[in-house]
């Protein structure tokens, strides 16, 4: 099972050495965030399809406000 989480790169991040800094710390928030949410998931009782939904729904989202029961 394979899921996307995408985020902006931040090594692309244009402006000031502090603009630069932002973008990194944006980046690394984003995926702590969503490493959190993952790890929060009761794997034990989830199904494949389910799985892959959440998998899914995580990649969309830049914070830890998604839905943990859903």
Known sequence: M???WGVPDPASA???E???RVAFAEAFRMLKNRIE???SLP???IDKLS???RLDA???TDDA???RTA
Do not use: N, P
Request: hydrophobic share 35%.
């Open 58 to 60: 995580i990649g969309r």
């Open 51 to 53: 799985l892959q939904s």
């Open 43 to 45: 794997m034990s009782s």
């Open 37 to 39: 949410i993952f790890t």
């Open 2 to 4: 394979t899921a996307h």
């Open 65 to 67: 406000t998604l839905d």
């Open 14 to 16: 244009e402006g000031t």
């Open 18 to 20: 502090a603009e630069r």
